[in-house]
């Protein structure tokens, strides 16, 4: 490992999430185009490479979430397989990283190395991988295997996934020869010739985006980037000094790990402009039905003769965790259950005002001048090393940052002026993993 | 399109070449190939020999060309069928409409070592399940309707739930719930494309292949096998017509306008180790191709190049033009879509309620 002098100034990271099959993206609004054209996929990316953001990101769901025993409706369902997507982005951008989500129960270690190496070569060396685990039964029904996996091996496997990746990375020398490979352990037990030869970025880029403490260890062990949701300055300072301090037990040092939270901006011309676009957004994306949904996600149990804009019921949560399937579950339902009717008591507000309220992620809302001087303090002041932008419209919902917002964080010094390197590790300033020659 | 004898001709050519990683060069030939109004690209694709994932190099490929199809090999014996599918149905998203899949499998214990899921096994147990993945791809695509994407502010619902559908597909050696994640592609279902040279291989062509690939040294043999696959999908309950049969030869054409080697006039393709090869000048492979499509025994030729930059120039350049000049190909792409040039209509869905059925 190379000791790099730490700069006196760090350097925002930006990435741009694809708008999809989540509670964000808001379908509904006249602006919002083709979800599968590859086109709108074209737009955003480029937008994202004009405002020189590190990386382009594609979130990946295996199965259609389903409530009630019946597919959900009501967000945004269907995208493309994204490693397919993005050797097609590779085509028509020239520097921005391309990261996909893909699932380390559901595949296979020298497949799915063996994708990830391609992408790498095609786009020149610009290839990331956002791992996640799954260990539903739900989801396993689309595969071979099923879902036969304890929730407790999914990390080990992840690990140990990762780990085999890398060793097929590095089988290639650096000068062109294959050797073979041979791993057995607890998950794998696999043999043989690699036959991609060393990429340009020796390793894709490996992002995680799990929080617990063995998502937080997986990450400062094995992990590039860290994806989280510690969206506000105070949440953000305490995970990001946890996850750093983590790293120095694997002999890594702070920069070799960036920290971006997933976050979305709101711009006005003025501060007021902005709030009020901020809470039109927030009633795009809770529609009347998507309030009764979240709360019977809670509750556990069929609320639809509920109106959505009068009370919560008066009933606790009988949590029943077969009705949601497919969607990701935070937290203790009787404790949000009653947070939520707490939140509704205190301030007047119904179901649907509540949801909008409770559930939104943490937002940079405000005049381009006042974002761009939040970003940077969160930045500054330890609270993260970049940001994932999570915009809520496609394909268009980044124009607007990169116009008005990547131009002020510029002359801040902040963020690059071009491209230094060709390769995502460059924008990140990753040092390229020494391999075994 | 028009020719002589009133049916099309369809030309295809494999752009594989070795030790090539670098997307610059396959853009190169299928750019070429395009030029040459030909109906597709193949890219083969091993676990057993080095090279590039083909899909993701087409994938690459698809957004700087505009008509040519594009054919990767994708095998299913270590795969995971749900990712297949969902991979072939996003090539023909970013293609928008071109996309093919040439089935493949995984024979070698070998190539099980490096998965350490399953044994090798034999080709005919083998062809039988890559047979199901063929169905269960076509399921999959089915299992969004066309119109199932309704974005119905009134009643907040992004996608009509009734037109989504579970495939509940139980094969021998796996099974898939579904639906897709992937809304159904453009070309409602990619091309299949299967090498029909063996045993159970042409039976699972036969069944589920809109193209079959056959080996044949002389146009007698090509139209026996036509005959066989045609009568054999028929059995299958599949209008023999919308099968597609072409006749795989490897071309050298590095010998210059004519066929040189004694033996060889005429352009007669002559049996090796890898399959027929064909030996000579451009304009007898023009000979041997109308000749062939004359006797109405090969809807068309896919054709690999030895030397793949400088005998796919000589093909588009020399072949082509002349069977162009004869008015036997097409000198434009009339459709935009893989079936269009090849003549074959978009599937209806298997799940969509046609009304007042009889």
């Not at chain 1, 086109?39 to 004009?50: G, I, M, N, P, Q």
């Not at chain 1, 303090?377 to 919902?397: E, N, W, Y």
């Not at chain 2, 146009?219 to 599949?238: D, I, M, T």
């Amino acid at each position: 490992m190379t000791v790099r002098p730490r700069t006196s100034r760090k350097e925002i990271h930006l990435a741009a999430h694809f708008p999809g099959v989540n509670s964000t993206t808001v379908w509904a609004d006249p602006r919002s185009r083709s979800q599968i054209a590859f086109s709108s996929f074209e737009h955003l990316a480029r937008t994202a490479e004009r405002g020189l953001f590190d990386f382009f990101f594609l979130a990946e769901g295996l199965r259609l979430r389903e409530h009630k025993g019946r597919i959900h409706d009501l967000d945004v369902v269907g995208r493309p397989e994204s490693l397919t997507l993005l050797n097609a982005l590779a085509a028509v951008t020239e520097r921005i990283g391309l990261a996909a989500t893909v699932n380390a129960t559901f595949n296979e270690p020298y497949e799915l190395a063996r994708r990830l190496a391609t992408l790498d070569h095609l786009s020149g060396g610009r290839a990331a991988w956002n791992v996640v685990t799954s260990s539903d039964a739900f989801t396993g029904e689309n595969f071979r295997r099923g879902g036969y996996l304890d929730r407790a091996d999914r990390y080990t496997r992840a690990a140990e996934f990762v780990a085999v990746a890398r060793e097929l990375w590095d089988s290639w020398t650096p000068d062109g020869l294959s050797r073979p490979f041979a791993h057995r352990d607890q998950h794998f037990d696999i043999a043989g010739e690699f036959t991609v030869p060393r990429s340009p970025q020796g390793h894709p880029v490996v992002i995680q985006a799990g929080d617990s403490g063995e998502g937080r260890e997986f990450a400062a062990r094995a992990a590039d980037v860290i994806f989280t949701r510690h969206g506000t300055l105070e949440d953000g300072r305490a995970f990001y000094a946890d996850v750093k301090a983590r790293l120095a037990k694997y002999g890594r040092s702070a920069d070799d790990l960036k920290i971006m939270p997933g976050v979305t901006v709101v711009l006005g011309d003025t501060a007021a402009e902005a709030q009020e676009r901020a809470a039109e957004i927030r009633r795009q994306q809770v529609s009347p039905q998507n309030a009764i949904l979240a709360v019977e996600q809670i509750w556990g149990t069929d609320l639809s003769s509920y109106d959505p804009d009068g009370p919560f019921p008066d009933f606790d949560p009988e949590p029943d965790p077969s009705l949601t399937q497919g969607r990701t579950r935070r937290g203790d339902s009787v404790a949000t259950a009653e947070k939520w009717r707490a939140l509704s008591r205190q301030k007047g507000l119904s179901i649907r005002q509540t949801v909008i309220e409770a559930s939104g992620r943490q937002s940079f809302i405000g005049t381009p001048e006042a974002v761009a001087a939040e970003l940077e303090t969160f930045v500054r002041q330890d609270a993260a090393d970049g940001f994932v932008l999570v915009p809520h419209l496609t394909p268009g919902g980044l124009d607007e940052f990169v116009d008005r917002v990547v131009p002020l964080l510029q002359e801040r010094g902040a963020f690059r002026t071009e491209y230094r390197g060709a390769t995502l590790r460059s924008h990140l300033g990753l040092t390229e993993p020494g391999g075994k020659g | 399109m028009t020719s002589s004898h009133g049916r099309g001709l369809h030309l295809a050519a494999a752009v594989d070449q070795r030790s090539a990683y670098d997307a610059g060069s396959y853009v190169e030939l299928a750019r070429l190939a395009e030029s040459g109004g030909l109906d597709f690209v193949t890219l083969d694709d091993t676990f057993a020999r080095p090279g590039p994932d083909a899909l993701a190099v087409l994938s690459r490929v698809a957004p700087v060309t505009n008509r040519i199809g594009l054919v990767p090999t994708v095998t299913v014996t270590h795969t995971e069928p749900f990712h297949v599918q969902a991979a072939v149905a996003t090539l023909d998203w970013v293609s928008r409409g071109r996309a093919g899949w040439r089935i493949d499998v995984s024979t070698t214990e070998g190539e099980a070592r490096l998965f350490g899921r399953r044994h090798a096994a034999p080709a005919d147990a083998l062809w039988q399940e890559a047979g199901e993945v063929a169905e269960v791809a076509a399921e999959l695509w089915d299992s969004w309707e066309d119109d199932a994407e309704i974005r119905d502010a009134a009643t907040g619902r992004f996608v009509d739930r009734d037109k989504l559908h579970h495939v509940d597909f139980q094969g021998s050696e796996f099974s898939v719930k579904g639906p897709s994640i992937v809304p159904r592609p453009p070309q409602g279902h990619p091309v299949r494309v299967v090498d029909a040279t063996e045993g159970q291989a042409r039976r699972t062509a036969a069944r589920y292949a809109d193209v079959a690939l056959v080996r044949a040294a002389s146009s007698a043999q090509a139209g026996a096998v036509r005959a066989e696959l045609r009568a054999s999908a028929e059995k299958f309950g599949r209008d023999p017509d919308t099968l597609r049969v072409l006749v795989s030869l490897v071309v050298d054409l590095g010998d210059g306008e004519h066929a040189a080697e004694p033996g060889h006039g005429g352009g007669g393709p002559r049996q090796t180790a890898h399959g027929p090869l064909y030996r000579g000048g451009p304009v007898d492979l023009a000979e041997l191709i109308a000749a062939w499509h004359g006797d109405r025994t090969v809807d068309g030729f896919h054709l690999t190049p030895v030397e793949p930059r400088r005998d796919l120039e000589r093909l588009v350049n020399g072949t082509v033009a002349l069977l162009q000049h004869r008015g036997l190909f097409r000198t434009f792409y009339p459709g935009s879509t893989l079936r269009e040039h090849l003549g074959l209509a978009r599937p209806a869905n298997r799940y969509a309620v046609t009304g007042g059925a009889p």
